[in-house]
């Protein structure tokens, strides 16, 4: 999606004070892409519409997709709007367990107590690989799925 023949900004939400987006952020620059960032959890509105972005990406960070805080009560709900809207949608770690809330599944701890800690292959799909340079391993710390 362009906009003025410029590529549309990217819609990326963290949630921590200080994290940024990192290696994604820098790959969409370089792709021409603004980053619109976003903290709901200090206070930051999400857009009702996606209309004006190219997509948005959902980062991790250290709550729990369980917690009951209001904002991310909201930012599940708020999961709806690229849904409906058809944008093109990715959520990391936290975000993506978000995403499962937002759809009706569950997230919680692994059965038997189980963390998923350390670096792990990523085996992107065509259209994936096709869109984005990849790393071929990611680090992860996960406590719940």
């Known amino acids: 999606m362009t906009l003025n023949g ?13 994290s940024t987006p ?7 620059a370089r792709r021409g892409h603004r980053l619109d960032i976003r903290r709901p959890r200090f206070g930051d509105p999400l ?12 980062f991790g960070g250290p709550m729990s997709a369980n917690d009951g805080e209001d904002w991310i009560r909201r930012e599940i709900d708020w999961i709806g709007v690229p849904l409906k809207e058809n944008r093109p ?21 692994h059965p038997r107590g189980a963390m ?3 670096w792990y292959p990523l085996h992107p799909t065509a259209e994936a690989r096709d869109l984005l340079p990849w790393p ?9 799925g």
């Open 6 to 18: 410029d590529p549309a900004p990217v819609l990326v939400v963290l949630h921590q004070e200080t």
């Open 116 to 118: 998923e800690v350390g």
């Open 22 to 28: 990192g290696r994604i952020g820098q790959m969409l």
């Open 136 to 144: 071929q391993q990611v680090y992860q710390w996960h406590r719940e």
């Open 89 to 109: 949608f990715f959520g990391i770690c936290l975000g993506a367990q978000l995403l499962v809330r937002h759809l009706g599944g569950r997230v919680g701890a």
């Open 47 to 58: 857009p009702a519409t996606l209309a004006g972005h190219a997509g948005a990406i959902v």
